[in-house]
């Protein structure tokens, strides 16, 4: 396999394949290099894609994508070891405008890489990007396991530990403070037993999202969310932390399935499917060099994901739209070095996707360094609750001055008042 394309495009998650689309629909001859059996067969996240983003290339996207729920409802739950505190979000707006829908990843990969196709780009499968091909320091083409392939510009989406990223050159290695372990299970469980559970219509559904609990001590949270006729819980925690815990991951898994707040959602349940996926988690500061001569970056491996917001998706879109216009226009003025495709950063930099990540830049530290946020808080504000909610004839000020001792057993008052400064600047400032 020997040939030019215009454009060569490595992954078929949703930054390859908007890319792609992108650039198909500007004539470009494009090919999109994906190593799984179908698109969407290696890609995984929690569950969640928000439509703006898509919205720019598919025209009726919620009428034509296969969704499963609409997200009507956000749920946080703080865990410890037999108990839960819950902050539930139920707006009757979003039954009508809804941001958020959950989705499965093989349904959807593969109908947006039809979208693709349709818009006229080359999809292969089965076939694995080695490295790119670099000549007199440009990137020219990618080898792969099936031969050699040429293009004016290869966009690597090929997830976050990118080897087309890192044998051109753009970093050397992901740091394991910077990059998370996912672990997924999707239990499929009848569709009227989901809505009866949750207190949902027939296409409503429900995020949720978990700190605590099994993660005691590491950074990172879980999830559960509603699909059609299944739930998605899982997990994502930073790998160093996986590592000092010594524990194997899907025996964390384990522990929030038998969890008393969990397993009532989850034991009529049968499993369908087990997944695992490296997650971006290092942010703004983490974001390697995203071009080069010949070569842009986007999606995970350009480590554009929020973990404020448990969003990468709508960031991998967005990254892959920006990646597709700059190849345009570097063919529009015939000239695919560095110093024209750095107009891929200024579209990047005009975007949601840089202005957020630098907005909450302080965000990945300031959670890594506290394990407190993970552990201790939960703890003290479930104890402050227990202390509160037990009625035993004991008067309401001698419980205050137990939860003051409470508090101040746990966290002293300078350092309940710098994590809540640090938290503060890190969001507003």
């Known amino acids: 396999m020997t040939e030019k394309f215009d454009v060569i495009i490595v992954g078929a998650g949703p930054a390859g394949i908007s890319a792609a689309i992108t650039t198909a629909r500007a004539k470009l001859n494009t090919l999109v290099i994906e190593r ?41 739950w703080l865990l410890t070891d037999n108990s839960c505190i819950k902050l539930i979000y139920r707006d009757s707006n979003f039954k009508d405008k809804p941001s958020g829908y ?5 349904k959807f990969d593969a109908w947006y890489a039809k979208m693709a196709e349709e818009a006229g780009a080359m999809i292969i499968t089965r076939t694995s990007a080695l490295k790119p091909i670099i000549k007199d320091r440009q990137v020219i083409g990618v ?22 990223a890192k044998h051109a050159g753009l970093y050397r290695r992901r740091k394991p403070n910077q990059v998370a372990l996912g672990v997924k299970e999707v239990i499929e469980l009848h569709r009227t037993k989901i809505e009866e559970i949750f207190q949902l219509g027939m296409d409503e559904g429900v995020a949720c999202l978990i700190f605590g609990g099994p993660l005691k001590g590491m950074t ?3 999830f559960l969310y509603t699909n059609r006729d299944s739930l998605s819980l899982g997990f994502g ?15 964390i898994l384990e522990e929030f399935k038998k969890h008393p707040s969990i397993h009532p959602y989850i034991k009529d349940g049968v499993l ?19 071009y080069t001569n010949g070569m842009l970056v986007a999606g995970d491996a350009a480590m554009f994901v929020n973990a404020l917001e448990y969003r990468g998706t709508d960031y991998a879109v967005e990254s892959g739209i920006c990646a597709g216009k ?32 630098k907005k909450f830049r302080r965000i ?30 004991e008067l309401g000020e001698v419980k205050i001055k137990k939860i003051q001792r409470e508090i101040f057993s746990k966290r002293n008052p300078l350092m309940l008042i710098k994590d809540v400064v640090e938290l503060i600047r890190g969001v507003i400032f």
């Open 36 to 76: 799984g059996n179908i698109p969407g067969e290696k890609n995984v996240f929690g569950g969640v894609i928000f439509r703006h983003a898509f919205e720019k290339l598919i025209q009726d996207f919620v009428k034509v994508a296969p969704l499963e729920r609409k997200v009507i409802e956000y749920q946080y």
């Open 220 to 222: 990172g949270g879980g």
């Open 272 to 290: 369908k499917e087990y997944s695992a996926h490296l997650i971006p988690e290092g942010g703004y500061d983490a974001i390697p060099q995203l």
């Open 364 to 393: 990945p530290h300031i959670i890594e360094k506290n394990k407190a946020l993970f552990d201790t808080y939960p703890e003290m504000l479930r104890d402050i609750l227990r202390i509160w909610h037990t009625v035993d004839g």
């Open 143 to 164: 080898e792969t396991d099936r031969g050699e392939v040429y293009a004016n510009i290869v966009i690597a989406a090929d997830g976050v530990n990118s080897l087309m």
């Open 326 to 357: 700059t190849a345009i226009y570097a063919h529009k003025v015939k000239d695919f070095s560095a110093n024209t495709l750095k107009y891929y950063r200024k579209l990047l930099e005009n975007s949601f996707v840089l202005r957020d990540l």
């Open 102 to 106: 959950t989705a499965l990843r093989a």
């Open 237 to 251: 925690a930073l790998l160093i932390d996986i590592a000092n815990k010594g524990k194997r991951p899907n025996k």
